[in-house]
């Protein structure tokens, strides 16, 4: 298993990573597999200032708020048409919307499959067309599917963290 490991010095540097992240799986093309980010590490240690940054890279506008209250947010990606007007990138969107998915699962501690029912989770998970985002992805390790990319956080200290990046 490939890791690559990087720095992350300042708040500006997670917010960047995640912004290369998500102008990347914005030009990927839609429908072919799915994109779920298991985002894992300590309280504070960057995971919403990255997706913060996933989010303005994917062309979503609105202000991503943490979710700890509800669990699960729902964006809606702006269409690539409307992207390659104004920066030029190639149409990669087959018609259908494309959305994303930020899960914080700080608060369920542990959750029961009925929890996961309930949030929809795993047919979220399935659609395609769909990225995901899961804050404290450790939490439901077992109900992630093998083809994620993991996203993990370290605190170095107060003005750096750590992201290792694994399959
Ligand atoms: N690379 C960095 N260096 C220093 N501070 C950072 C860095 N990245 C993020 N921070 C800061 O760390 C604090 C916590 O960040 P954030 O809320 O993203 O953590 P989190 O992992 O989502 O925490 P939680 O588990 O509570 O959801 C914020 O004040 C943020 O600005
Ligand atoms: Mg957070």
Redesign the pocket.
């Known amino acids: 298993m490939q890791a690559y490991e990087i720095e992350?010095?300042?708040?500006?540097?997670?917010?960047k990573a995640g912004q290369i992240l998500g102008e990347l799986l914005r030009q990927q093309p839609t429908g072919k597999r799915d994109f779920v980010l298991a985002?894992e590490?300590?309280?504070?240690?960057?995971?919403?200032?990255?997706?913060?940054g996933l989010a303005k890279g994917l062309g979503i506008r609105s202000k991503i708020t943490?979710p700890?209250f509800l669990v699960a947010k729902r964006y809606t990606i702006p269409s690539a048409r409307t992207r390659r007007r104004s920066f030029g990138l190639r149409p990669q969107d087959d018609g259908k919307g494309r959305v994303f998915w930020h899960f914080?699962f700080?608060r369920l501690e542990r959750p029961t499959q009925r929890d996961l029912e309930l949030l929809n989770f795993h047919q979220i998970l399935s659609d395609l067309h769909t990225i995901v985002a899961i804050?404290?992805a450790e939490r439901a390790m077992h109900s992630l599917p093998e083809k994620r990319l993991t996203l993990r956080?370290t605190?170095?200290n107060?003005?750096?963290?750590k992201l290792i990046v694994s399959e």
């Open positions: 992350l010095r300042g708040e500006r540097a997670t917010r985002l590490g300590e309280l504070g240690a960057g995971k919403t200032t990255f997706i913060r943490s700890s914080d700080y804050e404290w956080f605190t170095l107060s003005r750096a963290r």
